[in-house]
T-cell receptor
């Protein structure tokens, strides 16, 4: 079974600074997808960024980028120029290619952005 | 707004009562998922529908839980004889093929 580990329960960053959230995972599969989801307080969980395991190039979405290290099974999220609206719980998630889109989540990292 | 709505947003119930939650995905979502999120944990998969067919159930889904998706549209999740351990956020997510999950805001259940 796949597992996802987020070792940082909480992180904080100053507005306009950069922060990196860590995620490791365990799988025996060679093809899969990795995600970062953002869950603001009392609001819907939304997809921040997606990485296909077969792609060597790290995904980027505006201020959000990942560092995907397949051999190390590591998938960190970097948020640049942090904004107050980035404050949320961030979940790392794994999806097997063959899992009918079922997601396996980590426990989450609560990000605080200080003005 | 992801287009997936869940009702009610909050539910407080006494132990032993039955509760039912509803999820309304957008019409293009042929796949629908239920997840449970307890305090300090990430969402955990409960069950999955493709159209009206329930194709997978987690071992977390005890006999007291039942889910339906009549006509492949909205879905309901019922918990019978609720226990305090059922207190959690219940999340619904919709997919259409080729896209990733769109989550609802969840239903927070408190069993007292």
């Amino acid at each position: 079974a796949q597992t996802v580990t987020q070792s940082q329960p909480e992180m904080s960053v100053q507005e306009a600074e950069t922060v990196t959230l860590s995620c490791t995972y365990d799988t025996s599969e060679s093809d899969y997808y990795l995600f970062w989801y953002k869950q603001p307080p009392s609001r819907q969980m939304i997809l921040v960024i997606r990485q296909e395991a077969y792609k060597q190039q790290n995904a980027t979405e505006n201020r959000f980028s990942v560092n995907f290290q397949k051999a190390a099974k590591s998938f960190s999220l970097k948020i640049s120029d942090s904004q107050l609206g980035d404050a949320a719980m961030y979940f790392c998630a794994y999806r097997s290619v063959s899992s009918n889109y079922k997601l396996t989540f980590g426990k989450g990292t609560l990000l605080t952005v200080n003005p | 707004d992801t287009g997936v709505s869940q009702n009610p947003r909050h539910k407080i119930t006494k132990r032993g009562q039955n509760v039912t939650f509803r999820c309304d995905p957008i019409s293009e979502h042929n796949r629908l998922y239920w997840y449970r999120q307890t305090l300090g944990q990430g969402p955990e998969f409960l069950t999955y529908f493709q159209n009206e067919a329930q194709l997978e159930k987690s071992r977390l889904l005890s006999d007291r839980f039942s889910a339906e998706r009549p006509k492949g549209s909205f879905s309901t999740l019922e918990i019978q004889r609720t226990e305090q351990g059922d207190s959690a956020m219940y999340l619904c997510a919709g997919h259409r093929d080729g896209t990733e999950a769109f989550f609802g805001q969840g239903t927070r259940l408190t069993v007292v």
